[in-house]
């Protein structure tokens, strides 16, 4: 009975090609225990032939047991539809759904998709093991951790909880896609073909764990909760482990390694790390998504480690202080920020700052002030590139849990909603303050703004210049103050109002 793990892509945008890793480690992982085990990307697989039909590899591999990914809610109902379509060729096939999304929607979709036999709630390395163990060899269910499943038509909430060791993270490889079916051809597509010199871009993350609670992110430390347990602190994996990954991919042409696993923001781990892969001498550059600031010595630090072309990615989300501190885990001021990003020039290292726009409570005056630090920032540093996005409503943020006290009118409250997105895409959900059309708009403004070849956008001028109330300016209005640039055709390539 050959298990098959399979990343559906969705139809919608955005296309989800890329494999989460932690669904690549399982693999990984259950091969290294004996099992036969292989990954199929329909995005890869479509792309090589038009006519592939996933139905009919599975049909044709004789592959009894199946394992979906549904980590991102785009992809809700190509995973549900895929499903639907196998289970009514092939009955007998046992299905295991896990992933984030599957995860925080997991009760709704068991009682809502019939087709579905297990799900495996937050994490899954000894579950998925013993569970596949159990189905081969017909033994008991009810033991296994962190399992949903049907027994003589009703739901069986398992009440054992796992969660993992950094011995077992030590196990895992995020980063070998072998069992990938083509995956050379995989290895080249998106994110792991972005390095100008054509080589890798490995996305790995030194641990697990988060203890934050930004209102906007479903990684939060109490969706983890929700989801399965929260750890009672972040677990790192040993040095020697990331070495040894680093060094397997590095062999291979690893040009960019990627990693967001920051939860303690002034800790040694990573000077230290850095230290030891200088020493092993890995030519490869980094781009580092920071949860606070770095300190000197991390930047000094990652400097002399990381080839040129590495990036330290910063996220203040805001230029208004007061909601940074109401909405991001790791808060620090303007004058922090300014310091740090003084710092990181003194090193020659390229700067991305992302800022966001919808937080909960967040104004239109707000909004000003982050144009405002967005023009000051992109006037007096060369070396950072500034981009903002409008949030979008994700399950288990926060702002999807607790919209009442954050004052968010949800559009989306159950998997079903996000099941249909592909339908109607939309962020979601408004503020108190913004509309979900005001939030999309302001975004695009910040966005010009960063890229303005002006001291200072006329919008932002007519804003800053004059007495007025935030709060009565039409957003979706404020693009007309620029038609009288000369730039005006290059910044707006569309019009502000256009919908997403």
Not at 18 to 32: D, E, M, P, R, V
Not at 134 to 146: D, F, T
Not at 465 to 479: M, S, V
Request: aromatic share 12%; proline share 4%.
């Amino acid at each position: 009975m050959e298990t098959l793990f399979i990343h559906v892509t969705n139809k919608g945008q955005p296309k989800i090609k890329f494999i989460s890793t932690g669904f690549i480690a399982l693999a990984n992982y259950l091969k290294s225990k004996g099992h036969d085990i292989k990954i199929i990307n329909t995005f890869i697989e479509e792309e090589l032939n038009k006519d592939f039909n996933l139905t009919e590899y599975i049909k044709k591999n004789n592959y009894k047991i199946l394992c979906f990914s549904l980590q991102w809610h785009y992809q809700s109902k190509a995973v549900i539809n895929a499903i639907k379509e196998i289970k009514q060729a092939l009955p007998n096939s046992k299905v295991i759904l896990g992933g984030k999304t599957a995860s925080f929607f997991s009760d709704e979709i068991m009682e809502n998709f019939k087709e579905i036999d297990y799900i495996i709630r937050g994490y899954a390395e000894l579950p998925l093991l013993n569970l596949i163990d159990s189905i081969k060899n017909n033994k008991p269910l009810e033991n296994i951790p962190n399992l949903i499943w049907r027994k003589d038509n009703n739901i069986i909430k398992n009440k054992e909880i796992y969660l993992p060791t950094k011995e077992i993270l030590g196990e895992l490889e995020f980063s070998n896609t072998e069992l990938v079916n083509n995956n050379q051809t995989y290895d080249k597509t998106g994110l792991a073909y972005e390095d100008k010199e054509n080589k890798w871009l490995l996305v790995y993350n030194c641990g697990i764990g988060c203890p934050y609670d930004c209102s906007f992110c479903a990684g939060s430390k109490s969706c983890q909760k929700y989801v399965n347990s929260e750890l009672s602190q972040p677990i790192f994996i040993e040095h020697e482990e990331v070495l040894k990954r680093l060094k397997t991919m590095a062999e291979k042409g690893l040009g960019v390694w990627y990693t967001s696993f920051d939860p303690l923001p002034g800790a040694d781990y990573y000077p230290n790390l850095f230290k030891k892969i200088s020493q092993n001498n890995l030519n490869i550059r980094c781009k580092f998504e920071c949860c606070g600031l770095p300190t000197k010595g991390f930047i000094k630090q990652f400097k002399e480690t990381f080839k040129d072309g590495s990036e330290l990615v910063l996220s203040p989300e805001t230029g208004s202080e007061s909601v940074r501190k109401k909405n991001k885990g790791y808060f620090y001021t303007n004058k922090q920020l300014i310091s740090t990003l003084n710092e990181i020039e003194e090193h020659n290292l390229s700067c991305v700052l992302y800022f966001t726009i919808g937080l909960p409570n967040e104004t239109k005056e707000d909004i000003v002030k982050t144009l405002s630090l967005v023009n000051f920032l992109r006037k007096r540093f060369q070396n950072i590139k500034i981009t903002a996005v409008p949030i979008e409503l994700e399950p288990g943020s926060p702002m999807f849990v607790n919209s009442e006290d954050l004052n968010i009118k949800k559009n989306r409250n159950t998997f079903i909603d996000y099941y249909k997105l592909e339908e109607k895409p939309d962020l979601g959900y408004s503020t108190n303050h913004l509309s979900e059309q005001e939030i999309i708009e302001a975004a695009k403004l910040i966005n010009i703004e960063a890229n303005c070849k002006t001291t200072r956008s006329v919008f932002l001028k007519a804003m800053t210049d004059t007495l007025f109330d935030p709060d009565y300016f039409n957003i979706k209005d404020i693009w007309n103050y620029c038609s009288v640039c000369r730039h005006f055709k290059e910044c707006f390539k569309y019009p502000l109002n256009k919908k997403l």
